[in-house]
């Protein structure tokens, strides 16, 4: 039962590199979401879609692109790393309920 | 702004006695509280959640406490167990735009024998 899957789980990254954290999920939910984790800080919300083709931004979007072309894949794009894209981040889903079930995260760096 | 706060970053508490997570929010609109837990090297988990309809839910060791006067919840964990340590996350929402789930800063629990 694998819920919530993200890869990669670390990366390093140069400044002005580009990459796609992958996020995908097999409980059949509408609703994903992508959050960052600074170091002592809440889970702010990047991006969000309620379903296949819609997306949304979040609390802290700049920098950062998501496409929804199938209800079970939901990937970021970092265009141009910079320093302060150095973070945790997670992905969501979400079914009818409230809850949200979370992958177990990428850490990722850029020097 | 942080519209939710966790004051207290970290909590030691011996085996078996009370643990008691504070969380205290700003925003008069939220109607939905949700605690998540994080183990190290994990994503967040779902733990318990409470509606402003409640001031009150149970769910086993848990309980979460709703004061909507004072703006403020509590996570109450009776007994706590080792298994227990990790990091608490209070998370507030409007239940119209539950998309829109504003976190704490979160809480390190430790539980000691």
């Known amino acids: 039962n694998a819920g919530v899957t993200q890869t990669p789980k670390f990366r390093i990254l140069k400044i002005g590199q580009s990459m796609t954290l992958q996020c995908a999920q097999d409980?059949?939910?509408?609703?994903m979401y992508w959050y960052r984790q600074d170091p002592g800080m809440g889970l702010k919300l990047i991006y969000y879609?309620?379903?296949?083709?819609?997306?949304d931004k979040g609390e802290v979007p700049n920098g950062y692109n998501v496409s929804r072309s199938t209800t079970e894949d939901f990937p970021l794009r970092l265009e141009l790393a910079a320093p302060s894209q150095t973070s945790v981040y997670f992905c969501a889903s979400r079914g009818l309920g409230e809850k949200l079930f979370f992958g177990s995260g990428t850490q990722l760096s850029v020097l | 702004d942080q519209q939710v706060k966790q004051n207290s970053p970290s909590l030691s508490v011996q085996e078996g006695r009370i643990s008691i997570l504070n969380c205290d929010y700003t925003n008069s609109m939220f109607d939905y509280f949700l605690w998540y837990k994080k183990y190290p090297a994990e994503g967040p988990t779902f733990l318990i959640s409470i509606s402003s309809i409640k001031d009150k839910n149970e769910d086993g060791r848990f309980t979460v406490f709703l004061n909507k006067s004072a703006k403020h919840l509590s996570l109450h964990i009776v007994p706590s167990q080792p298994g227990d340590s990790a990091v608490y996350f209070c998370?507030?929402?409007?239940?119209?735009?539950?998309?829109?789930?504003?976190f704490g800063t979160g809480t390190r629990l430790q539980v000691f024998p």
């Open positions: 879609s309620v379903g296949a083709g819609i997306t």
């Open positions: 409980m059949n939910h509408n609703y």
């Open positions: 998370a507030a929402s409007v239940r119209a735009n539950t998309d829109k789930l504003i």
